[in-house]
């Protein structure tokens, strides 16, 4: 009897360390939801694709970066957005934004596309860029408020033309990976999802044209 009573004081003692001990590793183990803010539980950046016209081999789409966050600011030198193309797609002119590197476009004789990588960075133009490099609403620095603080400077726009891409809504196939980096922020952005078209007002709320596709990319 005393074997066994030995025996089971000794059980007990180690259980009672493995509980111990994996106390300590769960309250020093890094947090695992650390991109989960308590005071905007809501809040997202989100990136809006919206295609404005076709071309011979692709399609001009506007894409507009919004911070819906309530309080999380995007500061200088601003926001870098990614992603990679799903085919062999290039990137034939940007307006209001550029590419950080061109890529390999050496197979292209005639003309040499803004960008050949499959997997470009995107980074936004200063306030002082020329009118003729302008778009509505883009050219910030990178820089952008909260929708809650100031909606008038919480989105930034860029016009990219896209080639050797899809030509209509049915070959079109949207990109995949895309990545948002800010100072001292990083993150987690969901895959495109097809959205209604965007409605656009002109001359005045008198006439109202529609993106030919829309897609959203949500970034939390």
Known sequence: MAVVAGVTGSSRSAACCAVLLAAVLFL???????????LDPYGNITIKWDIISWTPDGYVATVTITNYQQFRTISAPGWR????????????????????????????????PHCCKRDPTIVDLPSGTPFNQQVANCCKAGV???????????????????GLAGTTNRTVILPKKITLKAPGQGYTCGRALVVVPTKYSSSGGRRVTQAFMSWNVTCT
Do not use: H
């Open 144 to 162: 952008l408020k909260t929708f809650n603080q100031d909606p008038g400077n919480a989105a930034s726009s860029f016009q990219i033309a896209v």
């Open 81 to 112: 957005l990614g992603w990679s193309w799903r085919k062999k797609e290039v990137i034939w002119a940007m307006v209001g934004a550029r590419a950080i590197k061109r890529g390999d476009c050496s197979k292209f004789k005639r003309s040499r």
């Open 28 to 38: 020093s183990a890094p947090a695992t939801t650390e991109a989960y803010d308590s």
